[in-house]
């Protein structure tokens, strides 16, 4: 296989540094082997391995390594060959199996086996095979896939293991000197009955790449330094008042303690704290600073490799803030760094800074975010169960730090907090304050900022001229006016192939070009082969349909499916388009490494460039709420610091490439994916702001965006894409996004299903609330729009505004390239 320059650079860097997003759990010094030879290999990730998730962020590469691959490609000889034939058998007649029960669901459910499969993933089947492989040394790989569509149930093989899982890793765990529990997985898994075994690493899915990361931190040519961005626990650990499920009402009872903010609260200890992460070697971190300028908070540490190996270490800061009137988690992060490669013996001196306004409170009594009077505790470690005082700063009077109003609606219930006698005090305690530096914030360091509701539009002059169909057809994403079954494949761009839309084509006389969007965020979803026409159409070769889709339908579907795909004239070319799949969003945050997020970015950019896509719809940005929710593995993290920076660095990456823009999405509070075009979320306004909006603020203020997709879900009743509130007061006003703002992409007529309370969103509505795209467009949203505008719903004006913007950013975009 000879593969393109830019494939070979790309691959190369991500095998070079992918082990900066594997994370160690447990170790007993065997690790890294002293060189290649024997080894056994069992587990549904050994020959099955996962690269990334399924749906719309699933990346047709080229290729990708397995870890069995990996490990011969390395040289290693691997003697269970036996037990890997074996579970082909075994995993095969469970996908059969796993396809009757879909079907006969689907039957029960009056619905079609291809709506019920979306994102499911087979749970992993219970089965007998010898664990009999030569040598001393052995690696099980337990894999997981989830998917968009569907969440993931806390049951055996899935978030629990199999009994089958538990009795092999403990007896390879019991057989070998050497071993090692290798989880290839998105998402937790409840590791409670294996967390005793030797050792442990968090591989996650790293893309095209994937086995041959794994063979050379086998090997110790690389070493792991990624820690956790999300709290692994057992599952009964995690709080209870989470509800999640719900067809129509998710109601995000828990508040502002969601993940770590809980655990840490209620002083409850998981099986690995956010942050957690060891190394090959050992790392010493001591005390050098703490200094605050004005508002801004630096804290300086002293970094040293103790142990044998070459490692890196990274440093978290996390801020206690004072309880008053606004109850407050035991702590926060409020910022990282990581060190460079530091060889044994070797040391460095970091630094996190941040604003301290940055970490006001939500009140929304006030509608502002403050900092109440008191002692803000400085707490800095290496996860955030390990952290020690390093210093406090004291704030006398409260500060109003953003003055803004409430937009976000009510929930039907009050957040939970914890009760007196369950929350861990974060006062310090009487040694914690000997010699502690205390350090006051002067009166006016902090500037109270009035937000200024003011929006205004000016309307393009070419805008002006376009006729009222055409106006409507810029509002809406690119479509063919004979109706199709384009925005029902996930594939409804037309000019490049596999894209998945694009904005109005006919407006080049008008100097308004169109605009292609491409998936990811695992890199960029295209099709890898496909046909141009004559007049530079690209039309997807095979069915664009998801190959795990195809399965689940009908032969006479399959039929439809092979008759409306493309049929290759003489005049065609065939072509390619290969992508580099690239880590998961959660593997790329664990890197805890900015510069490495970016560089993620700049490939993205580079083929987004070479395959003239615009707009990558991602990063994706949504919070980890629970750990059930089935698309977790796209996004980054339980926290919005994590969540924000990295959203923030990868945007950065794409757009140091002229023509390249990012959609940060969903905004916001889509984190289930049960019935997520019409489920409702519920949360308070604090809490919406201080952990589900958070993340998109820190991105837009730091990386402006090109462009923002809104998500499925409503908040407290109103579509978040027909949300004023947060398009244009949270989004444009308060953060100050330049951008486009475009909804996911729903589906016209979109099947409601039985019961549902909410309805899905409709395009006039959009529109009017400043949604300068409804994605990705049909013949039916257009004449949605049409009624709308006759009967006076729908302005002219309004609609020539989206159109500016989108005009705007067109030019910028296209002819950037
Ligand atoms: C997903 C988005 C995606 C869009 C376009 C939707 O179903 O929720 O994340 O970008 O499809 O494929």
Sequence with gaps: MKLNEYEVKHNAYLRENGAECTVILKKDGNFPLKGTGQIALYGSGARYTIKGGTGSGEVNSRFYVTVEEGLKNAGFAITSDRWLDGYDKVRAEAKQQFIKDIKAEAKEKHTQAVIICMGRSMAEPEYHLPIDGEGDTAIYVLSRISGEGSDREPVAGEILLSETEKRDILSCNAKYQNFMLVINSGGVVDLTPVKDVKNILILSQLGVETGDILADILLGKSSPSGKLTTTW?????????????????????????????????????????????LSYTDFC???????????????????????????????????????????????????????KSLAPGQEQKLS??????????????????????????????????????????RVEEEICCVKTRNVMGRPDFTDYKPAAGERKSSSLSAGEQEGTTVLDLAKDAIDSVCVNFNLTCEIDADVKKLSDDQLIKMNLGAFDPKGGMASMIGNAGFTVAGAAGQTFMEAKEYGIPSMVMADGPAGLRISREYAKDKNGMAHTLGASFPESMMDFLPKIAKLFIKQIGYKVKKTDTIENQYATAIPIGTAIAQSFNIDFAEKCGDIVGFEMELFGVHLWLAPALNIHRSIRCGRNFEYFSEDPVISGEFAAAITRGVQSHPGC????????????????????????????????????????????????????NLINGIHTSEHEGMINDVLKCEFGYKGIVMTDWVIANYATENGCIHPVAKAPNVIMAGGDLFMPGSKSDYEDVAAAMKEGKVTREQMMMNASRTARMARELVKGK
Excluded: C
């Excluded at 801004?296 to 309880?323: D, H």
């Design 285 to 339: 971190l001591e005390k050098d600073s703490v200094r605050l300028d004005g508002k801004r908070v630096t804290v300086i540490a002293n970094i040293k490799n103790v142990g044998k190996y070459t490692g890196k270490e990274v440093l978290q800061v996390y801020l206690s803030s004072p309880e008053g009137k606004l109850d407050q988690p035991y702590q926060a992060l409020a910022g990282f760094a990581k060190t």
């Design 661 to 712: 823009g990012t959609t940060i999405k969903h905004y916001a509070a889509n984190n289930q994916e049960l019935n997520r075009t019409q489920n409702n979320s519920q949360a308070s306004e604090r809490t919406l702001r201080e952990i589900y909006l958070k993340g998109f603020g820190i991105a837009v203020r730091k990386s402006q965006p090109k462009a923002v997709m809104t998500s499925y």
């Design 233 to 277: 626990s057992a599952w009964e650990e995690y709080p209870s008042m989470d509800e999640f499920g719900d067809k129509n009402e998710t109601r995000y009872k828990e508040g502002i303690y969601v993940g770590y903010r809980y655990f840490d609260s209620v002083g409850k200890s998981p099986l690995y704290p956010f942050g957690y992460g």
């Design 352 to 393: 996190v800074s941040f604003d301290l306004s940055d970490m006001a409170s939500y009140d929304e009594a006030s509608a502002s975010y403050i900092l109440e009077a008191g002692d803000y505790v400085l707490r800095v470690g290496n996860s955030s169960s390990d952290t020690t005082v390093y210093g406090v700063i």
